[in-house]
């Protein structure tokens, strides 16, 4: 992630089919005080889903919820994003 301003812009990596890592770009990152905020589109089968982040960053990580809607029904989700340190 990185800030400019309010601005955030990123990419999320999660673990994908076959041991793979999915990157996907961010999208309408605000960052204000600590609190952040961004959604993540993915594409399934010519379907698209928006996941809304928000958090709170600390010293080494953020941690907040997720939003988004699956068959029809409002879900939520715990997350948190841990800084890399020592990345050879």
Do not use: C, H
Not at 22 to 29: D, L, Q, W, Y
Not at 79 to 88: F, I, P, Q
């Amino acid at each position: 992630m990185k800030a400019e301003g309010e601005k955030l812009t990123g990419t999320l990596s999660a673990p994908g089919r076959e041991g793979k890592t999915n990157e996907t770009a961010t999208a309408e990152g605000k960052l204000s005080g600590d609190a952040v905020s961004f959604n993540v589109v993915r594409e399934n089968n010519g379907n698209s889903t928006t996941i809304k982040y928000t958090g709170k960053v600390s010293v080494d990580k953020i941690s907040g919820k997720t939003e988004f809607t699956r068959n029809g029904e409002a879900q939520t989700r715990d997350w948190e994003a841990k800084r890399l340190t020592d990345v050879k």
